[in-house]
């Protein structure tokens, strides 16, 4: 049975509330249950305390209020003391002590208020009344059935203790009230500080902004002034500016014309120049074709010969790992023999010794014959003695029996003796046919690898030809590049030195040197069987075929504006736009040739 509790109605008497603490105050939901009512869950309040009595500061006690916002006159109280738990914890089965016994309590109604709300609540609190009495118990529910966990006696509230309950209810009230109207007078006190400084801080802002207002008209004054004053000093600037163009102009227009007649003077002289140069240029373009056939026949013998030097490197390592691998059976193989020989010694040892035990079974055999004839003699002629003699005759046949007997088992045993000689000779003869096979082998392997060994050789010798040729052409190749770079080189002296324009021409040339080739080298030491030489180097290639391409485009322009005769004033955009396009190519070519 639970524990009968809060029987002294001077129990507020004997509690020190002065000193107590709340260890918890919230609202739970709670099933109430009266006999003469329906069952109906509300909201009630449970606070727990926890002090010392009046009497006794030593002796701890744990008050638990159960109490109603809505009914004033609501209340169930339970008071534990030290000592009265000891029979509560017996009573109930408790497993913890006094001091964590409210923290148990306190996460059982955590749990009960979690399942708020719920349609079927697993932990539940409820309060049963029943006259003065009430139990306050707290109940798991699972599939099977529900599981109190704690089970407490209340006692309902006399008009007594509920006076006691809402005295003590009404002095926490007041000390709150009192403590939030010492807030709120503080608060008030800070209101109004606060609401001076904001006032002088109006007044502040109301004198800032006159002065902004006041410095911002002095400011748009300012402004207008130097504005003025900027626009005067503008329209004084643009006057000088333009007379001093006025004057630059006449000047320009001075040097242009006499710059104008010395390039009608020399234009003259070009023109004779630009003749010299044309057939110059013929006779370049010439030898230049027959460079570019040569540099191609040296490229595509490097080429051939670089193809046949990757050939042969790759026959020479195919031929390394063929004369590894052979050389790797030709030891397996002389392995193997040296085995064979090894047992063929081992079979004729053991065979010897056959022999040798044959010969001795032999001779024993022969003296066994001997004596069994001695006594066969023996026992004919002593046939009519007496009947000692017969017995003794007798044991005689039967040793003599046993002698027989022993001689066909000797016999047996040599026959096959002799058998397994015969079959081991045969394995011999057989090992000594593997073994000539074996060295036979091995003397063929040794044949084809002293074969490889020699075309080795001969591929060895046949590369390092091949390498001396390759350095040959690209030596050739060097000097073609060389001869590229000069005859480019003239090619810029010769075209590229424009500066002034005549009457007739939108290009200009300064007369250049004479110009000379010096002797072009052999570069076809030697060709492919089918006599048309390979190219050398398809990048030098690309790079000639642009120069001539610059070059072409260079000579047509000269003989669109040379040849055409006709004279021009002023100079012309689109002719120096063109010119400047053909020089830049023939340089871009130079320098990727450089």
């Given at each position: 049975?639970?524990?009968?509790?809060?029987?002294?109605?001077?129990?507020?008497?004997?509690?020190?509330?002065?000193?107590?603490?709340?260890?918890?105050?919230?609202?739970?939901?709670?099933?109430?249950?009266?006999?003469?009512?329906?069952?109906?869950?509300?909201?009630?309040?449970?606070?727990?305390?926890?002090?010392?009595?009046?009497?006794?500061?030593?002796?701890?006690?744990?008050?638990?209020?159960?109490?109603?916002?809505?009914?004033?006159?609501?209340?169930?109280?339970?008071?534990?003391?030290?000592?009265?738990?000891?029979?509560?914890?017996?009573?109930?089965?408790?497993?913890?002590?006094?001091?964590?016994?409210?923290?148990?309590?306190?996460?059982?109604?955590a749990k009960c208020i979690e399942s708020r709300g719920e349609e079927n609540p697993r932990f539940q609190a409820e309060l049963v009344v029943s006259g003065c009495e009430s139990l306050f118990r707290i109940v798991e529910t699972n599939d099977f059935n529900k599981l109190p966990h704690i089970t407490l006696k209340f006692r309902s509230g006399s008009d007594t203790a509920i006076k006691q309950f809402l005295a003590f209810r009404l002095t926490e009230v007041r000390s709150n009230c009192k403590e939030l109207t010492e807030e709120l007078r503080t608060c008030e006190d800070a209101r109004d500080s606060t609401s001076s400084q904001f006032a002088s801080c109006r007044e502040k802002l109301a004198s800032v902004q006159a002065e902004h207002e006041r410095c911002m008209l002095e400011m748009k004054g300012n402004q207008h002034t130097q504005?003025?004053?900027?626009?005067e000093e503008k329209a004084r600037e643009k006057s000088e500016l333009k007379e001093s163009l006025d004057r630059e102009w006449g000047e320009v227009e001075r040097r242009l014309r006499e710059r104008l007649e010395v390039m009608t003077k020399k234009s003259e002289e070009l023109d004779q120049e630009n003749r010299k140069l044309r057939s110059q240029k013929c006779d370049l373009e010439t030898k230049y074709s027959e460079t570019n056939h040569r540099l191609a026949s040296a490229e595509g013998y490097r080429t051939s010969l670089g193809e046949e030097c990757s050939r042969l490197k790759e026959l020479n390592k195919k031929l390394s790992e063929d004369k590894h691998t052979l050389e790797i059976k030709l030891n397996e193989m002389k392995g193997e023999g040296r085995a064979n020989t090894e047992k063929i010694r081992a079979n004729g040892e053991v065979l010897d010794q056959q022999r040798s035990r044959i010969r001795d079974m032999e001779a024993s055999n022969r003296q066994l014959e001997s004596r069994c004839e001695e006594l066969i003699k023996a026992v004919q002629t002593n046939e009519d003695s007496s009947l000692q003699v017969s017995k003794q005759n007798q044991r005689t046949a039967q040793i003599a029996g046993k002698l027989t007997q022993d001689m066909k088992n000797i016999k047996e045993k040599n026959s096959h003796l002799k058998k397994s000689l015969a079959r081991q000779d045969e394995k011999m003869i057989q090992q000594k046919r593997a073994a000539d096979k074996a060295e036979e082998k091995r003397k063929a392997i040794e044949a084809v690898l002293e074969s490889f060994k020699k075309e080795n050789d001969g591929l060895r010798l046949e590369t390092e030809d091949l390498r001396s040729k390759l350095e040959d052409g690209k030596t050739q190749l060097q000097e073609s590049e060389g001869m590229i770079r000069w005859l480019n080189k003239q090619i810029n002296d010769a075209q590229l030195q424009s500066s002034t324009r005549v009457p007739g021409s939108r290009y200009t040339f300064q007369p250049s040197a004479s110009v000379s080739l010096p002797p072009a080298p052999n570069l076809r030491k030697s060709e492919p069987s089918g006599g048309r030489p390979a190219l050398a180097n398809p990048s030098l290639s690309a790079r000639l075929s642009r120069i001539r391409g610059s070059s072409e485009n260079l000579l047509t322009l000269g003989k669109e504006d040379f040849g055409?005769?006709?004279?021009?004033?002023?100079?012309?955009?689109?002719?120096?736009?063109?010119?400047?396009?053909?020089?830049?190519?023939?340089?871009?070519?130079?320098?990727?040739?450089?």
């Open positions: 049975m639970p524990l009968v509790l809060d029987e002294n109605a001077l129990s507020w008497e004997t509690f020190d509330v002065q000193t107590a603490s709340t260890l918890y105050w919230q609202s739970v939901p709670v099933l109430l249950k009266h006999l003469d009512r329906e069952e109906q869950v509300e909201e009630l309040t449970v606070r727990i305390l926890s002090g010392f009595t009046r009497q006794n500061h030593n002796l701890r006690i744990l008050r638990v209020h159960v109490s109603s916002e809505e009914d004033l006159f609501f209340l169930h109280s339970l008071e534990v003391s030290e000592e009265e738990f000891q029979g509560l914890k017996a009573d109930q089965g408790i497993l913890v002590d006094f001091s964590n016994f409210p923290n148990k309590i306190i996460t059982l109604l504005l003025a004053q900027a626009q055409g005769g006709g004279g021009a004033e002023g100079l012309d955009s689109e002719g120096a736009a063109g010119v400047s396009h053909a020089v830049s190519a023939s340089r871009e070519a130079t320098l990727a040739l450089g």
